[in-house]
Structure formats: C-alpha cells, structure tokens
C-alpha cells in the first residue's frame, strides 16, 4: 500500500512579529505606551475599543499560526477529514484578524479581495473570489455543512447544500477519478439528485491562505506610514515656551496636557510631583539651598521634557536621555526616584518604599509607618538635609527625602548625575 499522503503548511512566524515590531516601532517616545496604543485607545471599531480589536488580532494571529504550522493533515477519523475541519476553522482566524487589523487602520484591500488566483473559482455569476469561495468551503465543510446558503447563483443554484461528509482522498482509483486532495459531497437537495461533488487541492487552500497572512506587510507599511504622518503633524504644532507672565504651574499644567494629547496620560502624576518640587519652600532655612537645587533640576528636566514634545523623540541628551543609550531612560521620568544604586543605601530598599506613605495620599496609620521607616534611614540624610521629625508635616518630610535621594545621587556615578549640568545652580559643589 502507498504511504498516506499529508500535507503541512508554513506560514513564516516572523511576519507577525514584524508586524508587532511596527505597531511598537515608536515605543522609544513614551516608555509606558506604544504610540500607536495612544493613537486607537480612544477610538472605537464597531463600538469597542480599537486598540483591544488590535491587541486580539495580533495575540490571535501569533498563536494560531504557530498552532497551524504544527498540524499534519491526511488522517481519516471517525469517517470523515476533521483535522480538515479543524485546520480551515482555525485559519479562518487568522485571515479575519488580518480583514479586522486592515479595516481598523483604514487599508483597501479591494484589489487583494478580488482575486481569484488561488482557486480560480469566479462562480456561475462571475462574482466569486478566491476570499468568497475559501469561506464557501469552510461553511461547507466545516461551520454550516446542514445549511449552507449564502452562495446561491455563485457556488450552487438551490437555496441550500449541505455536505454529509468531507474526506481525504485515498487509493489510485479515487485519485485518478477525482484528481483533489479532499472530497466533499454536497447535496442540492433536489429530488432523485446525486449532488455536486466538491474536489479540494490543498495546495490551493494553502496558497490562498499565505497569500492572505502576507497581507500584514501591506497592512504594516500603511501603519507606519500613519505613524510617521501623525508624529510629523505634532512635530509641525509649536509648542511655546514659558511666557514671562506665565505662572510656572501653569506652565507645567500646559505640557502635561500636550503630553497626555501626543503620548498619553502615564506621564501625569510626573507633571503633578515637578509642580510640588518647584513650589516646596521648607520650614527650616538650612534647606532651602538644597531644596533650590532640587527645583531646579527639575526645571532643567522639564526642560528637556519640552524638546522631547517639539520633536517626537526621547533619544539624545538633549531629550534628557543617555548618549548611546537604547534602554528608553529620560531624566524627566526618574528624577524624582533618583538613582538609588549605592553603598549609603543598601539594605534600605523597604525603608525608601514606606517612606512614600508620606506623599499625602495615604490613610493616618500608613502615614505613622511612613514616619517609623524614616526615622531608621533619616542618618543617611542627615548629611543632605535637616528632618525634625517630631514636629515637620509629613509633607515637609517627604519633600525632604526625596531632596536627599536627589543630592545622594549626584556623589554617585549613575545617570542622574551624568545628566545633570555640572552647575552649582543643580549641585552643591562642583
């Protein structure tokens, strides 16, 4: 007996990685959303959120295709071709992810839906496509075989077929009669009528199914053209400087907002902590150097931070990033952490965690474990800052801390310190 015959598909799992890669392409702009999820979070695809359709599509695509590249088709179980069955559902996934991801960044594929280079089916109208009759075939075969009706005047000419199986084809005499891969039997439902036979090449179903998943690279190269299109449009919207009658909070406020319209909101609760660190004046005036020096490092941030909103880009020190640096890391967004990856803080991580119980937005009893933890690490800021820690508010003494971790950095070689100006308008020596 010959060795049955099977048939697998490849579909190149890197084109949806690619294509993943574009979605994030500009993910360098804002570290905690890609510029695309800004651009679709807010709009809608048939009433839901676009950027989840997008999200679903591309997951969807990513499994299924690994799933599909593992499947061996041939096998008869239980009288019938299921692993068939199984396979068209599944590419069905696939390629309406891919109509789904077109449709929601506004790609015409009118041209691709027209062809009819796969399986030369146009129909009895004229009307048929290699799209129209793939999904004839999976309703056939697969989702409607008791009521497929759809195709009436293209594929079939009664109001309904069915099909009662779908099998591989077997033995030289089936092979030389049917010359297919696959036999369906669909039934008009005529009296005293045989039906219509359904002979299925799948290297047809293979060659409509890639030609579909390649589909993505057009899809792909219109995303980035919108991507770039879209960044060019904000790079061309001034963004003004502080006026000089301009409070700075206001200022502030201001590019918080241009920055929640061009990259979204993650960045806000960093606008909200600069307007605190320019406008802290502490109780004790042996602070106020160094609570100057603070605020002004964060006006030499947000300064940056403005260059980052004119020109769409986070790279370069002269967007407060590293020079020959890929990791994403801008000034604006750490500063108020600091770089705590010195010898003075070891073995004070949980400490420096609960101290943010005093930035106000805890209950009472968290706020007095807040205290408790910065009575164990106020010696190491004894050097930078004066704490009365029975009498400042807690907001005095978060305020100190944060100030200390500040100055802390600057002694140590880490990126704080490299970024900030080597000025005593930032530093207390130089």
């Not at 990259?263 to 100057?292: C, I, L, Q, W």
Request: glycine share 6%; with cysteine.
């Amino acid at each position: 007996m010959n060795a049955t015959k099977t048939f697998q598909i490849h579909l190149d799992p890197d084109l949806i990685e690619e294509f993943n890669a574009t979605l994030d392409a500009h993910e360098h702009i804002s570290e905690q959303v890609s510029f695309v999820e800004k651009a679709f979070t807010n709009k809608k695809y048939r009433g839901v959120p676009a950027w989840d359709c997008i999200c679903t599509c591309v997951h969807r695509i990513r499994d299924t295709v690994g799933y599909l590249n593992d499947q061996t088709l041939g096998v008869m179980e239980h009288g019938s071709a299921f692993n068939f069955i199984n396979f068209i559902n599944n590419a069905s996934v696939v390629l309406n992810s891919i109509d789904m991801l077109a449709d929601v960044f506004g790609v015409d594929l009118s041209k691709e839906n027209a062809r009819t280079d796969a399986f030369h089916m146009p129909g009895s109208d004229g009307k048929g496509t290699d799209r129209k009759y793939f999904e004839f075939l999976r309703s056939l075969c697969a989702v409607h075989p008791t009521e497929t009706n759809r195709y009436k005047g293209m594929y079939h000419n009664a109001d309904i077929v069915t099909c009662p199986y779908v099998t591989w084809v077997r033995g030289p005499l089936l092979e030389f009669a049917w010359n297919c891969d696959l036999h369906g039997h669909a039934f008009t439902n005529d009296a005293n009528s045989w039906g219509e036979d359904i002979f299925i090449h799948m290297d047809q179903v293979f060659a409509h199914i890639k030609y579909r998943y390649s589909l993505l690279n057009k899809i792909g190269t219109a995303l980035e053209r919108f991507q770039e299109s879209k960044i060019q449009e904000f790079r061309d919207t001034p963004v003004p400087d502080r006026a000089e009658d301009e409070p700075e909070a206001e200022f502030i406020e201001r590019l918080k907002q241009v920055e929640a319209e061009r990259f979204g909101t993650n960045n806000d609760f960093v606008y909200d902590f600069a307007k605190r660190a320019v406008a802290f004046e502490p109780s004790n005036p042996a602070n106020h150097g160094p609570a100057e020096r603070y605020a002004n490092a964060w006006r030499f941030a947000l300064g940056l931070q403005l260059n980052v909103l004119r020109d769409m880009s986070r790279e370069g020190p002269e967007h407060g990033g590293i020079e020959d640096d890929d990791s994403g890391w801008v000034l604006f967004e750490n500063l108020g952490y600091a770089d705590r990856r010195c010898n003075e803080l070891d073995g004070f991580d949980y400490q420096l965690e609960k101290i943010g119980y005093l930035d106000g937005t805890s209950g009472p009893s968290d706020a007095a474990w807040g205290r408790l933890k910065l009575k164990e690490i106020e010696p190491v800021f004894r050097p930078y800052v004066t704490m009365d820690l029975a009498n400042d508010s807690d907001e005095e003494l978060y305020m100190l801390s944060r100030i200390a971790l500040y100055e802390i950095a600057l002694r140590h070689d880490g990126w704080i310190s490299q970024m900030i100006p080597q000025d005593r308008a930032y530093r207390g020596s130089v």
